[in-house]
């Protein structure tokens, strides 16, 4: 048991080193004690402030901070040890009956070393805290004193050293005679192992102490180093079963791909058509491996660069082919109408023409269109994702004033965003996709507004459903009360979309006040059902009342709402306990604080990591995660819960892992937003509460000088004065003359991910086509439908599109998929432009799940929906978008 407690509690440090504290203390702090350790980075972090501005006020409130910061310590280690002696008494008093088997026997030996195992816990948290306190009084005097005597600052600070009396409070707490305390217990529990049975009892207090403080913190020195030698020792076996377990995990991992290239290999040797060649069925296995990669939401840009990267290297495509792309107008005009959608979002002209149009309309229908036809001209030269984002906020506040709810807009938007956005080529990425591969493949491109006719029927198809559908789909969002919990039952204990969080008192205002009576229960949304339970120094209480008296130091774990957790942090007297198991950061002043909300992105680097370990793969954002809503708690299912080891069911520790879609919130810096609200960690960020006033950055002028400059670019694209990437680059130049926007902004604009994302795409494609695995897969389709005729081949195009589009990058589709619309053109006698029209419409009808595009992931996000309301709405919708593409295909591109 020493052994496994030695792994669990002790620093992985070099020989003979001792670690710095407070890197000790990250790593090796117990999650379930978090709130009971020396808050030991948040005092280093005043007393920085307090360098420059000192205050008497201020340096009260850090010693207060101190003060309770070591009655919290002490009274959690003499919880802590209240239940050590209990599992010595269960120990005790348990009797293996004569006669039964073993597993009794083992039972209670493991019963005594999770005990031993405890001891050790505890006593390495004595230790730990012990040492903080002395360091963290050394560093106030090192510095407060040494600047308040420089600077000649008017402060009342302690006459002798800080050091000096935190040393001679902490020498009277029990606590610091843990060693001795504890080391009493484990030779008893260790005794009863052998089959001594001894009476013990721990003592009040243990009255030989002849060391002082420092030499009791010189033997923590070898405590920890001790160890460490025999870890050190033992080192041999433990590296190689770590090293077979991970070769192990390794090859579980990749078992998929194994057998991926097992089947190809297969075919490959039974050469079951003259077409395919060897190099062919290397790029049916890459094109698998991307497939598999891009299922597991692995980042499209470095999957779809490395295939090609590969491709390179094994000489199936050159250098010119593989990486013709970047030199290609269409990815660079990709990328620069990006940068000028970013620039036009921040002068506030989507605000400000939503502002003059919704008004405030008396019935649904109009309330909808309202909303959908300024959307839909604004999605003609503006990314639909800037147009969403945008309208998130305009249309949370613009619903409840018109009465309706904001589920009723927020979905239907996002698919009338994805379909619209055809309308011209220039309009979406996809379709300048297909264009350039149009004339990489020698064939006469797409006019600018050749879709404009089926992409035209296809939005008002879509307006007229979503009018009629959605309020009978989503109709359980219009009502109140008892009706909709009744016609909602499947919607479960999270169907308000509750986070997981604890809040800690520590106010003495609050102290021995009844929960009621404090006015927390009021403070949340859903009254005292958002509870979960009380801890108190480590031992959890979950049958919760309103009439529960209040005690310093008590951990609420609660789950509630967004309101009420906006409502907690401006409440006095408590302390949000940080998820991610990083120390309370905040300033002296709270006011410099913001909370904001985030929805991470698959290209987030915290995603497929534990929760506990969040600031390691994203330090600059230094702010704690307060709380935590999982992707699934959306789905009508409670997220996966994890048992403490108390028994006591819990909502998000450490151990949970984050996915794409999972809500945070941040107790952050005021900077954080401005400088990460355009980072593509996120779907959307948030402000659910600003220490600083919300001020309107919106400058009229700009606005509409923007405004003007889209225009132009429309312009000077329709009427062909101008090709569109110099077009592109005409409107950045007038944006930047005008001083909309900047160079370094237009810099930082430039989502290089995406451009890379498209390069890649284009090589794999490319290896697609000249290797002949187009053209089987062609003749596949055609040989399987060719009884239906052009139409029926068309329907097929159109499925299969939609469904791959369900899993990946609408960029990944159109890439796999053109080779094969190429190929059934040729050989059917098909206008391409029929086939490739076909494909343009259905890969925007990405509306079967949250997860298709990032528009559908922004309203899942805002919008309370399960998510089987994007299928249930969105399938009919595809349906008939369907039933409108291809015949308007037939007819705008004739045989």
């Given at each position: 048991p020493l052994a496994v407690a030695h792994a669990l509690c002790l620093a992985h440090s070099p020989l003979g080193a001792m670690p710095e504290y407070g890197e000790l203390l990250k790593s090796e702090c117990v999650w379930e004690w978090k709130p009971y350790y020396l808050n030991y980075d948040r005092l280093k972090g005043w007393i920085k402030e307090l360098e420059s501005t000192m205050t008497d006020k201020a340096v009260e409130k850090f010693l207060e901070e101190l003060e309770l910061g070591l009655e919290r310590v002490n009274h959690f280690y003499l919880a802590q040890e209240s239940q050590a002696q209990k599992a010595f008494e269960s120990v005790r008093d348990r009797k293996t009956p004569k006669g039964c088997d073993d597993l009794d026997s083992a039972a209670e030996t493991n019963l005594a070393n999770i005990a031993l195992i405890d001891i050790q816990k505890l006593k390495l948290y004595s230790k730990q805290n012990e040492e903080g306190f002395r360091k963290i009084a050394k560093k106030f005097d090192k510095n407060i004193k040494r600047v308040a005597e420089a600077r000649d600052f008017d402060v009342k600070l302690p006459n002798d050293s800080l050091e000096a009396h935190v040393v001679s409070l902490v020498e009277r707490k029990p606590f610091a005679d843990a060693e001795a305390r504890l080391g009493r217990l484990e030779q008893a529990i260790q005794a009863l192992e052998q089959g001594r049975h001894e009476e013990f009892e721990i003592p009040e207090r243990v009255l030989s102490r002849q060391s002082s403080i420092g030499k009791r913190l010189s033997r923590l020195g070898g405590a920890l180093e001790a160890p460490l030698i025999q870890k050190r020792h033992?080192?041999?076996?433990?590296?190689?079963?770590?090293?077979?377990?991970?070769?192990?995990g390794i090859f579980k991992r990749n078992l998929p791909l194994l057998a991926l290239g097992v089947v190809v290999a297969m075919l490959a040797r039974a050469d079951l058509t003259p077409i395919l060649k060897p190099a062919s069925y290397l790029v049916i296995w890459v094109t698998m491996v991307v497939l598999y990669f891009l299922v597991k939401q692995s980042p499209p840009d470095i999957v779809l660069m490395g295939a090609t990267l590969f491709l390179t290297v094994c000489g199936i495509l050159?250098?010119?082919?593989?990486w013709a792309a970047f030199s290609n107008d269409v990815v660079l005009s990709v990328a620069g109408l990006g940068v000028i959608a970013h620039a036009v979002e921040k002068t506030g002209i989507i605000d400000i023409v939503f502002g003059v149009v919704l008004g405030k309309p008396k019935s649904l229908a109009v309330a909808m269109l309202r909303l959908f036809l300024p959307a839909i001209v604004l999605n003609v030269c503006i990314s639909n994702t800037c147009v969403m984002s945008c309208l998130l906020s305009v249309i949370d506040k613009w619903s409840q004033e018109i009465g309706y709810p904001k589920a009723f807009f927020l979905m239907p938007l996002s698919y009338l965003l994805l379909i619209s956005g055809t309308f011209a080529i220039f309009s979406t990425s996809t379709n300048l996709i297909a264009q350039g591969l149009l004339v990489t493949h020698g064939e006469t491109p797409f006019g600018n507004f050749d879709l404009a006719l089926p992409a035209l029927m296809c939005s008002a198809v879509t307006i007229a459903y979503l009018i009629i559908v959605v309020p009978f789909a989503l109709g359980r969002f219009s009502l109140t009360g008892k009706a909709r919990k009744e016609a909602q039952p499947a919607i479960g204990k999270r169907k308000e979309n509750r986070?997981?969080?604890?809040?800690?008192?520590?106010?003495?205002?609050?102290?021995?006040?009844?929960?009621?009576?404090?006015?927390l229960v009021a403070q949340l949304g859903g009254g005292l059902r958002d509870v979960c339970g009380c801890e108190r120094y480590g031992v959890m209480t979950e049958n919760v009342g309103e009439d529960m008296v209040l005690e310093l130091d008590d951990v609420l774990w609660l789950r509630t709402n967004l309101e009420g957790v906006s409502s907690l942090f401006m409440t006095a007297g408590i302390q949000f306990v940080a998820l991610d198991l990083s120390d309370d950061t905040a300033s002296l002043d709270q006011t410099n604080r913001d909370l904001v909300e985030a929805v991470l992105d698959k290209e987030s680097p915290l995603v497929g990591h534990r929760l506990g370990s969040a600031k390691k793969y994203r330090p600059e954002?230094?702010?704690?995660?307060?709380?935590?809503?999982?992707f699934n708690s959306f789905q009508g299912e409670e997220a996966q819960s994890v048992d403490s080891p108390r028994g006591i069911e819990v909502g998000a520790t450490p151990e949970t892992r984050l996915e794409r879609g999972d809500h945070i919130i941040l107790n952050c810096p005021t900077s954080f937003y401005n400088t990460f609200k355009d980072s593509s960690d996120f779907v959307v960020l948030r402000k659910i509460f600003s220490a600083e006033p919300l001020v309107s950055d919106q400058n009229m002028s700009k606005a509409y000088q923007a405004g003007a400059c889209l225009l132009m670019l429309i312009g000077f694209v329709s009427t062909s004065t101008l090709q569109l990437l110099e077009a592109v680059f005409v409107c950045l130049s007038a944006l930047i003359f005008l001083k909309c926007t900047t160079m370094d902004s237009c810099v930082r604009a430039v989502k290089l991910r995406t451009v890379f994302t498209i390069v890649g795409a284009f090589g794999l494609g490319k290896a697609i086509g000249q290797e002949g695995v187009a053209n089987v897969l062609a003749e596949m389709l055609i040989f399987v439908l060719k009884p239906f005729g052009h139409r029926g081949l068309l329907v097929a195009i159109f499925a299969s599109t939609v469904a791959l589009g369900v899993i990946f990058h609408g960029t990944a589709v159109v890439v796999l998929m053109f080779p094969i619309c190429s190929e059934i053109a040729n050989s059917m006698g098909m206008p391409i432009h029929q086939t490739v029209a076909v494909l343009c419409l259905a890969v925007s009808c990405q509306m079967l799940s949250p997860i298709s595009y990032q528009t559908n992931l922004m309203a899942y996000s805002t919008g309370g929906y399960q998510f089987a309301d994007f299928t249930k709405v969105g399938l009919g919708l595809v349906v008939c978008i369907a039933a409108v593409t291809i015949p308007l295909c037939e007819h705008s591109f004739p045989s």
């Open positions: 033992r080192g041999t076996s433990e590296t190689l079963m770590r090293s077979t377990r991970r070769a192990v050159t250098q010119e082919a593989a986070y997981d969080v604890r809040v800690q008192i520590t106010g003495r205002a609050l102290r021995g006040q009844t929960l009621a009576a404090s006015g954002y230094d702010c704690p995660i307060v709380a935590y809503r999982a």
